[in-house]
């Protein structure tokens, strides 16, 4: 079993949009028993508030046809650290805000998504740039570099 936890500010944008993206695509290879998907947040904001999956994202998602479920947001937590083989963040901002709740990567566990392609960066923050579109194909860039990285 390969346990991905993607991490976001927020968690009702891009975190989750990930965790589902990945999960199409696992599906779509007949693999969803091999891995466990989830997503967190940095902020306890969304945590408090409990919310479920942006407008706009869904939107998003369903443009796609990318299926996804209920979700409620949710802060990562410092034992995560140890479920996970993956923590996939979103930018180097939930690299460091991740690292204050979990403590030193020391299993080298942590990652930015976009790390895993030819174009190292952070995925930019559609609640704040309105560019769904881009976070998608972003997204989706990543998770299949991610992908051919692990199985390689
Ligand atoms: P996300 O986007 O990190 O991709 O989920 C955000 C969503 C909400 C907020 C910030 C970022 N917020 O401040 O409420």
Redesign the pocket.
């Known amino acids: 079993m390969i346990k991905v936890l993607f991490v ?8 989750p949009m990930a965790e589902f993206i990945l999960k199409d695509m696992i599906n779509k290879r007949g693999e969803s028993q091999n891995y466990d998907i989830q997503s967190r ?1 940095t ?1 306890n ?2 945590e408090i508030e409990k919310e479920g999956i ?1 407008g706009e994202a869904k939107q998003m998602l369903k443009k796609m046809n990318i299926p996804f479920t209920e979700h409620q947001s949710k802060q990562i937590r410092k034992e995560d650290y140890e479920t996970y083989d993956y923590i996939l963040a ?1 930018e180097k901002r939930n690299v460091e805000d991740i690292k204050k709740i979990v403590g030193s990567d020391k299993e080298h566990k942590i990652y930015r998504l976009l790390d895993f392609t030819e174009q190292p960066g952070d995925i930019a ?4 740039t309105g560019d769904f579109d881009t976070t998608y194909y972003d997204i989706v860039y990543g998770c299949e570099k991610f992908l051919e990285s692990i199985n390689r």
Do not use: E, V
């Open positions: 976001c500010l927020g968690n009702i944008c891009r975190s947040a902020s904001y969304n942006y979103m923050d559609p609640w704040y």
